[in-house]
């Protein structure tokens, strides 16, 4: 894949949400649209129907969080509460030492090591290093991140229920994939840099680099992959679940029990719609804020990445993909843990204890 070509004369206002991707593609051929997202520019989400909404920083009401048992069982009861409370001190010392550096610290791999911690309280782990962006059913891109989700019994890798990201890391990714470099003579392992390449890359970079770092396009082909992982991974427990019903019907009738049979359709609509989407993303230059971008994209804006060729019915509803973009404060440090977590939880149940300040 190679960098995008946008021009500004074919840059109409016409909706393209229910067009096909192919369609879409064909329909502004001197526009080179199908790049990796690394190369991704404001035209793609114009063209998707994705758009930006901030909504400021907002204030959370602090989860309790379960503090850890490491107090031996053979102690007294009075012993065993003063430990726990000791430990519990001493955990909330260390939460807040950590938070201190996610949000001071200039070095992305130690941001994410900080966050790694303060998620481990909710027994969120990093796996990877990639979350997996597919066309047409098939893995087109990897892309870059830190994945978090719950272990699960399984010889599979689980979907990712949260992904971070320090934006200067974007640009460094997208150095890399515009740098041009060649094989070092000889068939050597190690590589040397083409100059009018790399020359070449550092217009495109400049080309492809947002005016506003927190609104990169990068971040929504991170939460559009986020989803399909999701959305894969609950195909497969749908038909899990689906191969188990099958068995439980198949019983039911050589008892002579009706076993309904309703279960299945629901399954697949559930499958079809992925839970809402979150991202949490740093700034080395900004030591204040969490950056926490949330998205529910709905089955329509999947199927069209799914099968690409195939036109929409001409009633279909393709609604926009607006990607929630909202700040949380790091201070106070030893409630940030807390705080999160109420984060996380809103995010996956849609509750209201996120408010935007003032709110009521």
């Not at 000889?186 to 217009?203: D, E, F, H, L, Y």
């Not at 700040?327 to 807390?338: G, K, S």
Request: overall charge positive; hydrophobic content about 35%; glycine content about 6%.
């Amino acid at each position: 894949m190679t960098a995008a070509r946008t021009t500004t004369d074919e840059h109409d206002t016409t909706n393209t949400s229910n067009l096909s991707i192919s369609r879409l593609i064909a329909t502004h051929p001197r526009e080179r649209l199908f790049v990796h997202p690394l190369l991704w520019t404001t035209r793609h989400l114009s063209l998707l129907g994705c758009q930006f909404l901030d909504l400021g920083a907002i204030t959370v009401v602090p989860l309790p969080l379960p503090s850890p048992q490491l107090v031996p069982a053979h102690r007294s009861t009075s012993n065993n509460n003063d430990g726990n409370d000791a430990i519990t001190k001493a955990q909330y010392h260390l939460d807040a030492s950590v938070a201190r550096r996610l949000a001071t610290c200039r070095v992305p791999i130690t941001k994410g090591h900080a966050l790694s911690r303060l998620l481990l309280r909710q027994q969120l782990i990093c796996h990877g290093r990639q979350v997996r962006f597919h066309y047409a059913r098939r893995t087109v891109a990897q892309l870059p991140c830190c994945p978090f989700s719950r272990p699960r019994q399984s010889t599979c890798l689980p979907a990712a229920q949260l992904v971070y990201l320090d934006l200067s890391e974007i640009t460094h990714h997208r150095t890399t994939k515009l740098k041009g470099q060649a094989p070092a003579p000889g068939g050597g392992g190690s590589r040397r840099i083409n100059p009018p390449g790399s020359r070449r890359a550092q217009k495109l970079l400049q080309r492809l680099s947002p005016a506003d770092p927190c609104e990169d396009p990068y971040l929504v082909a991170l939460l559009i992959a986020m989803a399909q992982e999701q959305r894969m991974d609950r195909e497969v427990d749908c038909d899990s679940g689906k191969d188990e019903q099958r068995m439980d019907r198949e019983v039911d009738c050589d008892s002579g029990k009706d076993g309904g049979g309703g279960g299945g359709r629901g399954s697949s609509n559930t499958a079809r719609c992925p839970p809402p989407m979150l991202l949490l993303a740093t700034c080395p230059a900004d030591t204040a804020w969490l950056h926490i971008y949330t998205s529910n994209l709905s089955a329509e804006f999947l199927d069209r990445l799914d099968h690409p060729s195939y036109p929409l019915p001409p009633a279909a509803v393709v609604p926009p993909a607006t990607i929630y973009r909202r700040r949380l404060a790091f201070e106070p440090y030893d409630t940030l843990p807390q705080r999160l977590a109420a984060v996380i939880v809103d995010a996956r149940s849609d509750s209201v204890r996120i408010s935007l300040p003032g709110a009521e």
